[in-house]
């Protein structure tokens, strides 16, 4: 199956437009789950507003949120596929272009020491574009994440060792939530890499955050570990925008690597609640769009 | 917690009657600011021709279409997504804000500082917090883009909005020395052991 840079680049300008409007299924019921077992009054409020936010976007053809974020495309070539690699991350980043100016939305990318924003939502390595393979499927899957600045400054990488043990990971991530409050746009989906390398850890911190809800870390310590700290932080009373209840995070998603026996890294990146992300397939049929 | 409607321009006394939970709605006019708009003002020295005294400022910086200036759209912009960006990066301007501008009301998200919430007492104003993430239903608030200064920042561009019923927002911080962020951040803090002992960790007492 040849798939087409042209086909690619539209897919990448209708799914960055796609993320920013339409929340996926997981997280709007994550939402409900949240409102239902909700005991603060202030907070009910506030989640109650972030629904109706969902509705009037819906409705009004609008943007969930005016943070256009940093453009994230996570490529995965499954099986089957003849496809020019350096022309699918040029097309990715055309598309990304042509959903900035046509629409238009919001350049939120600028040079990191000048400043300058090009208002293309592009810039030197940015979209970030990550590239995988799967045997699991035919054809090629394209997911694209706008990922909120509010939340992505809440960042931290911790390079623990093996004596301070699990501990100091599970430590780690009670105090980042603290440290995060309200400044993330709670609840939030707290991500959480543990091992690799530095930077691998932050990776998987990131995939961790944008995993949708419901799934689970493939590994079953991993998994427990999720549960854990999904229970904890929610104890914390922070609540939704920071302003106190009991909703501070949807869930802790954690994703693993194997380390290094003098390592014990640990890494948090959080997404607020508006975890927006679409994705494209194309197969021999076309292109489908999804959450 | 009473609930107040504001036209702006606003006085010290209104601002000053403002107390932690209270909430309030906006009419007239807004000011649109951001990190580059205030490193513009305070750091680099610039100049805007808009007063700000007595008025409101949100922390933003909206998606726009540029269309032919008209009555509706008198800055030649069309409001597209209009929402509210974290305050805590901006805390250092408050001061400056409310004492070299005027300002008597500051729009955020997340909440601001030991610094502003002094500032706030001393200065009389208020922080109002805004649900962040809820842009769709914040645009719906705003009538239009009136003006905008110092452009050539775009978007972290001074802007002015027209605004219809903008709210109910939360007063956060008060002018009383009233912060929701602290009474919540110490609660949150206080509950850490708790969280800990959740997760099975004791304190290793050396051998």
Known sequence: MHIDPQAIEDAAKELYLRALKELPPDVKRGFDALAARETGATAKAVLGTMIENIAVAERTDNLLCQDTGIPIYNVVIGRGVDVDGPALKAALR??????????????????????????????????????????????LRIEMIPKGSGSENNSWLKMAIPAEGVDAIRTFVVDCVLDAGGKTCPPTIVGVGVGGTADLCVHLAKVAATRPLGTSCADPEGAALEAQLSAAVNLLGIGPQGLGGDATAFAVHVELAATHITMNPVAVNMQCHSARRASALFTADGVTYGF | MAHHEF???????????????????????????????????????????????GHAVIHTAPNVRKVAPSPEHPAGYAPVCIGTTTSMRMERFTRPLLARCGVRIVIGKGGLGAASLTAFAELGGVYLAIIGGTAALETTWVEAIEDVDLDDLNPESLWKFRIRGFGPLRVAMDSHGGSLYDSVNAGARAKRAEALAALGIQRRSPD
């Open chain 1, 94 to 139: 055309r598309g990304c272009e042509r959903a900035t100016r046509e629409y238009p939305l919001r350049s939120s990318i600028v040079h990191p020491l000048t400043r300058k924003n090009e208002h293309s939502s592009c810039g030197i390595g940015v979209p970030v574009i990550h590239v995988d393979f799967s045997d699991a499927f035919e054809g």
């Open chain 2, 7 to 53: 036209t702006t321009p606003v006085t010290e006394g209104q601002v000053r009657a403002l107390r932690v939970d209270d909430t309030v709605t906006l009419r007239g006019t807004l000011y649109g600011i951001r990190d580059a708009t205030q490193i513009a003002m305070f750091d680099r020295g610039r100049k805007t021709r808009f007063d700000l005294a």
